[in-house]
Each structure stands twice: as structure tokens, then as C-alpha cells.
């Protein structure tokens, strides 16, 4: 089922509505976005998101979006690929942040219905944000038995960069904080940041630091420690190395009545506790203050495509297709 949900840049923008028996899910091809996600005995809505075109249009949180062509920092806003350097726009301290000036999160996607899923279309041109080569990219949200299937896909003409990564904002008790949710990360290790939040060719054991999710403990445990990292990101806002390849368990977050458990193939995931949320109202009038959701974003290594020795970098190689694959499992505790 689909509804208009507004129009930007002249073109029509929908709110489609997948159903099954567990689950609502809502998205719309404004930023490939996640809008709503609702288990259905309870009638939690796990992920923030708001009611009109226009409050998403006008906030820069990146709030449930689909965000490219390379999900978080770049350094410098420079990378260099198959000899050649290329330069990207500047828009967060100094760096190159999900995707640029106007990344994914502000294109108008088309979309194509299918059972149980919509899967939203995007061409990036060559030259856009200072990327090189013309991207077909597609975003497919399905319902799933146990929750939501997110797969995204990259096809170019030339060698380029594709880091996908979806922004939710995750509250599984609808309150206004979440840092008395119980997580666990399947990361023996995590990346050092910069005062910038530039995450750094650097990873160090978790052990011993506020960074050790391997057992169930709340952000709130730790989060107000004396920490030059916790300092730099205002609290949680970096890269795990989740443990193994393939498709695999990469955090679960526990609420008072609900389950989360994130799922991914990508490399690892950056934790974020929503440090910089400032209140703006979202659905149903309900204020977002800082620290009341938790991002569990999958993905490549910031910046991985400027540090040699980290193996997993986020090339698409012309005329192939690289995919990835997202997986909100939500379950009754």
C-alpha cells in the first residue's frame, strides 16, 4: 500500500506500508527511508521518525535514511583510487561525512512494489559529490518473518566507492532515553577516534575500557567515564570490528517487552548514541532529546579506503555489482 506523502524537487514522494503478521513497516523513496517499525502485539515503534515530508526535508539527522555513496567519515574529504585523487565536499569538522553536501538521504528514489517489499532506485551521475563513475544503486526493504531485511546494491561504470549503511534510531520502549537499554556487540575490538570523529587506522581491544559490549551491559554503565574517546564522540559514536564473515550477529539491544538483533555481511558496525539529538519533535508530537536512541549502523570501516591495512574496503569494480545485506530481527522478550 502506498500514499502520497508530498512532493521535493518537483517530484512525488510516497509512504509505502508493509504488513505481515508480525510487523508494520513503513518507508518512503525520500532517502530509501525507514519511517516506522512496529511489532504489532506490543505496538512498539522501535525507530524515530516523523509525520510530514517537510519535517524530514528540513532536519540533518539523517534520521532512518539510506545513506551514501560511502556511510560516515572520509578523511580530509580525499581519497585516492586506481592512482587518481579525488576530492569530496567538506561538511563535518573538516571532513567528509555520509556521502557529501547532499548524499542518498536527500534523493528522490524511484520504486518498484513487490510482495512484501519496495525496492527504491537511485542513479548517482558521474562527477556527483566528487565521486567517480555512474552508480545504479538499489535499496530493498522486505518484511521478513522475524523483522526487517534491508539489501543494497551498487553497480557502476567505472571503479568507485559504495559503503552503504541505514541510519535508524532505535528506541524499543518509545521513551526518552535509551541508554538504560541492555547491548551486546560481537567485537573484540573498536576504532580510536580523533577529536573530530574521525575514526583512526587503529583498532584496540575493548577490554578494560567502556568499549566492552561482549557481555550485556546499558551505554548508561559507562558513558559518563573520564575517557578521551567517550570525551571526542560526546559519548558512543564508534566502529566495532564484529567478529567473523558473512551474514552474522552483530549486536543485540535489549528493551523492557522487546528484542533487537542486528545482522549484517558488512565488515563491522558504528554504535552512536545519538549525542547530538537536541529535542526536535518527531511522530505524534513526541520529543527526541539527546541520547534517546541508539544507531546500529553496519558498515565498512570509516575511512577505510585511505588507511593500506585494513583489507575490506568499499570498492564496486566497474561493471559488477556490490551487495550488502541489513537485518532488524525484533522479538518478544
Request: charged share 25%.
Given at each position: ?50 509525520d510530514t515530508l517537510e519535517e524530514y526535508i528540513q532536519q540533518d539527522f539523517y534520521t532512518g535514511a539510506s545513506v551514501g555513496r560511502t556511510a560516515n567519515r572520509i578523511g ?258
Amino acid at each position: 500500500m502506498k500514499e502520497l506523502f508530498g512532493t521535493y524537487k518537483e517530484k512525488e514522494i510516497y509512504l509505502f506500508t508493509l504488513e505481515n503478521e508480525g510487523y508494520i513497516a513503513k518507508v518512503t523513496n525520500y532517502g530509501a527511508t525507514l519511517v516506522s517499525f512496529i511489532e504489532k502485539q506490543t505496538g512498539i515503534d522501535v525507530v524515530q521518525g516523523y509525520d510530514t515530508l517537510e519535517e524530514y526535508i528540513q532536519q540533518d539527522f539523517y534520521t532512518g535514511a539510506s545513506v551514501g555513496r560511502t556511510a560516515n567519515r572520509i578523511g580530509k574529504g580525499t581519497f585516492t583510487l586506481n592512482g587518481k585523487t579525488y576530492h569530496l565536499p567538506i561538511n563535518n569538522n573538516g571532513n567528509c561525512n555520509h556521502g557529501g553536501l547532499e548524499g542518498f538521504n536527500r534523493k528522490a528514489f524511484t520504486f518498484k512494489e513487490a510482495d512484501n517489499s519496495v525496492i527504491f532506485s537511485y542513479l548517482s551521475a558521474d562527477g556527483e559529490e566528487g565521486y567517480p563513475g555512474n552508480l545504479q544503486v538499489n535499496i530493498t526493504y522486505t518484511l521478513c518473518e522475524d523483522g526487517l531485511c534491508i539489501t543494497a546494491e551498487g553497480t557502476s561504470d567505472q571503479d568507485t566507492l559504495f559503503a552503504y549503511t541505514n541510519h535508524s534510531y532505535f528506541n524499543l520502549d518509545e521513551s526518552d532515553n535509551a541508554l538504560d537499554h541492555e547491548v551486546k556487540i560481537y567485537a573484540d575490538q573498536y576504532g580510536l577516534s580523533d577529536a573530530n570523529g574521525m575514526t583512526q587506522d587503529k583498532l584496540e581491544d575493548v577490554k578494560g575500557t567502556p568499549f566492552d559490549f561482549r557481555e550485556f551491559k546499558t551505554p548508561a554503565q559507562d558513558i559518563e567515564k573520564e575517557n578521551e574517546q567517550l570525551a571526542f564522540g560526546s559519548g558512543y559514536d564508534h566502529f566495532f570490528l564484529i567478529q567473523g564473515e558473512g551474514m552474522r550477529d552483530m549486536a543485540v539491544c535489549l528493551g523492557k517487552k522487546l528484542q533487537l538483533t542486528v545482522s549484517s555481511d558488512l565488515p563491522g558496525m558504528h554504535l552512536y548514541s545519538s549525542n547530538f539529538l537536541d529535542g526536535t519533535k518527531g511522530k505524534k508530537g513526541v520529543a527526541y532529546p539527546r541520547r534517546s536512541a541508539l544507531c546500529f549502523e553496519a558498515e565498512y570501516m570509516p575511512n577505510a579506503i585511505n588507511y593500506p591495512d585494513i583489507k575490506d574496503k568499499p570498492i564496486v569494480k566497474a561493471n559488477e555489482t556490490l551487495t550488502c545485506h541489513i537485518r532488524f530481527a525484533l522479538t518478544r522478550r
